[in-house]
């Protein structure tokens, strides 16, 4: 099973982008809840009748918090653009959401596996969703993170995110979950790696898929469309702005990975005035993920949730 954009030419993936920062406003709002639990933050949300239970796992250097909208419930909550609608997109599926901050910057995969099954655990039952089907989706350190934690955990199905896995770790693939492998070809090395467990998932029985995620062009419109603090003017403001610095060429794809562009430097050499400064961080994001090389993505939310819902069994904790 392959699913993917249509078609692989550049820039095809641009009609995937209908999603902007509100489309869920009619289906799912936030109202989370923040606990502490087990030395560390969790940030979850149960909709009305839900029918699963979604565990996030974030990449390195992130926390919960960037999966959920500031609010008076919440104030440290930063709401990042492709976090937050992944979250939305499960709420509004009916998915319960569980988010867990990792102790260190990034995921450990050993003793850090016993305490988010500890709490995936006592969060279930404390909302008496023991009977609902349980998935994950991990990004970057959170996809090898999710794909080692489903030897301990019964998942249903597992999403894989930016990240091959670890399973030449595994000593045995036996009852191991359906796999799909959110992945973006331009980084070649990891493409490679993924190919290879591909076949050895599928040769050991394991219902095995890809979603490819290809670069687009940015449009004058793209940021204000997916972050909610940007209004359009400020969004044609910065796509100007990267037009005239070189980071956007003529048709508008990304000359290099957001990281990599001196953003800081370009913004306070222009006379952009952002709402609030750590909006830097929501602008990089979406740049990195119209690079398409290694980020979090929401794009392909709606493949994501149909493997998951296709693959729905009762979890065993």
């Given at each position: 099973?392959?699913?993917?954009?249509?078609?692989?030419k550049?820039?095809?993936?641009?009609?995937?982008?209908k999603?902007?920062?509100?489309s869920?406003?009619?289906?799912?709002?936030?109202?989370q809840?923040?606990?502490?639990r087990?030395?560390?933050d969790?940030?979850?949300?149960?909709?009305?009748l839900?029918?699963?239970?979604?565990?996030l796992a974030h990449?390195?250097?992130?926390?919960a918090v960037?999966?959920?909208?500031?609010?008076?419930?919440?104030?440290?909550?930063?709401?990042?653009?492709?976090?937050?609608?992944?979250v939305?997109?499960a709420l509004a599926?009916k998915f319960?959401v569980?988010?867990?901050?990792?102790?260190?910057?990034c995921?450990s995969?050993?003793?850090?596996?016993?305490?988010?099954k500890?709490?995936?655990?006592?969060w279930?039952?404390k909302?008496k969703?023991?009977?609902?089907p349980?998935?994950a989706?991990?990004?970057?350190s959170g996809?090898y993170f999710?794909s080692?934690?489903?030897?301990?955990?019964?998942?249903s199905?597992?999403a894989?995110?930016?990240a091959e896995?670890v399973?030449?770790?595994?000593?045995?693939?036996?009852?191991y979950?359906?796999?799909i492998?959110?992945?973006?070809?331009?980084?070649?090395?990891?493409?490679?790696?993924?190919?290879?467990?591909?076949?050895?998932?599928?040769?050991?029985?394991i219902?095995?898929?890809?979603?490819?995620?290809?670069?687009?062009?940015l449009s004058?419109?793209?940021?204000?469309?997916?972050?909610?603090?940007?209004?359009?003017?400020?969004s044609?403001?910065?796509?100007?702005?990267f037009?005239?610095k070189?980071?956007?060429?003529?048709?508008?794809?990304?000359?290099?990975?957001?990281?990599?562009?001196?953003?800081?430097a370009?913004?306070?050499?222009?006379k952009?005035v952002?709402?609030?400064?750590?909006?830097?961080?929501h602008?990089?994001?979406e740049?990195?993920l119209?690079?398409a090389?290694?980020?979090?993505?929401?794009?392909?939310?709606q493949q994501?949730?149909?493997?998951?819902?296709?693959?729905?069994?009762?979890s065993?904790?």
């Amino acid at each position: 099973m392959l699913l993917r954009h249509d078609g692989e030419k550049p820039g095809s993936s641009t009609g995937v982008i209908k999603q902007k920062w509100n489309s869920f406003d009619s289906f799912a709002q936030f109202n989370q809840t923040i606990e502490f639990r087990n030395g560390t933050d969790i940030i979850w949300q149960v909709p009305d009748l839900p029918k699963a239970v979604l565990f996030l796992a974030h990449g390195c250097n992130g926390r919960a918090v960037n999966f959920w909208d500031m609010s008076p419930k919440c104030p440290n909550c930063v709401g990042l653009p492709e976090e937050r609608l992944i979250v939305l997109h499960a709420l509004a599926r009916k998915f319960a959401v569980l988010t867990i901050s990792s102790a260190g910057r990034c995921w450990s995969l050993k003793e850090e596996r016993m305490i988010v099954k500890g709490i995936i655990t006592w969060w279930v039952e404390k909302h008496k969703l023991e009977k609902l089907p349980l998935v994950a989706l991990g990004a970057s350190s959170g996809g090898y993170f999710v794909s080692m934690l489903a030897t301990d955990v019964k998942f249903s199905s597992i999403a894989v995110m930016i990240a091959e896995g670890v399973f030449d770790q595994i000593d045995t693939m036996k009852d191991y979950p359906p796999t799909i492998f959110v992945h973006m070809p331009k980084d070649e090395a990891r493409k490679r790696k993924i190919d290879y467990f591909l076949r050895i998932l599928k040769d050991e029985g394991i219902d095995a898929a890809e979603i490819k995620c290809m670069e687009f062009p940015l449009s004058p419109n793209f940021l204000s469309d997916r972050i909610p603090a940007l209004d359009e003017t400020t969004s044609m403001e910065l796509f100007d702005l990267f037009r005239d610095k070189g980071f956007i060429d003529k048709n508008g794809f990304m000359r290099a990975d957001g990281r990599a562009l001196p953003l800081k430097a370009a913004l306070r050499e222009s006379k952009i005035v952002l709402p609030d400064l750590d909006l830097v961080h929501h602008i990089e994001e979406e740049l990195n993920l119209a690079f398409a090389y290694h980020e979090m993505t929401s794009l392909q939310s709606q493949q994501i949730f149909d493997w998951f819902e296709s693959h729905m069994r009762l979890s065993r904790l």
